[in-house]
């Protein structure tokens, strides 16, 4: 069987991205998914000097060994100010700077959502740049915008349209697995 890891690139225990990503990953039967609730990780703001004086901490270890051993990753990202957020930026840095190539083969299912109308395409459209060049394959992409109107805790995605576009890049996410 197949194994997906799904998080979001947010660090708030409140993250609509994690709940997006929770949402998702529950439509998936044929597949074994590892969710990761990012609010539970904390690191240090990258630095050369700590990373010369401390080295890598456990969990970046620990998040390489969990990408190495999947097919596939789900991911929404957040977005503060256009762009991801200081957290997941800091998240990538720390796994580049062990791997560069830290997504090589990894086929990506990448999502954003926001409770703004533009569903944080700008943070979507950053982070699809930098999985493709930690060797990322960004096989689909969606972005669900004002949130609070179109997804509900209980019925998920309610926009019709916007529920399509979820199940069709879901779609040809699971079937490049």
């Known amino acids: 069987m197949s194994k997906l890891l799904a998080f979001a690139g947010s660090n708030s225990t409140k993250s609509i991205n994690f709940k997006l990503v929770e949402h998702t990953a529950s439509l998936i039967t044929d597949k074994e998914v590892r969710t ?9 703001v990258f630095s ?5 004086e401390e080295g890598y901490a456990p969990i970046i270890k620990e998040l390489l060994t969990e990408i190495s051993q999947v097919e596939g990753l789900i991911v929404s990202v957040n977005e ?8 997941f930026k800091n998240v990538l840095d720390w796994l ?5 190539s830290f997504l090589k083969d990894k086929k990506v299912l990448l999502m954003a959502t926001s409770k703004g109308r533009g ?7 950053a982070t699809q740049k930098l ?7 960004v096989v689909a992409t969606f972005s669900l915008p004002s949130f609070n109107y179109t997804f509900t805790p209980t019925e998920g995605i309610t926009d019709v349209e916007l ?9 040809k996410f699971l079937s490049k697995i």
């Open 80 to 87: 503060h100010n256009g762009y991801p957020s200081a957290f």
């Open 48 to 52: 050369e000097d700590l990373e010369k």
């Open 36 to 44: 990761l609730n990012m609010s539970q990780i904390s690191l240090p």
């Open 131 to 137: 999985f493709t060049r930690f060797g990322g394959e």
């Open 119 to 125: 569903g944080a395409l700008n943070s979507l459209e």
């Open 96 to 100: 580049s700077r062990v791997d560069r």
């Open 163 to 171: 529920k399509q576009a979820h199940q069709t890049a879901l779609g």
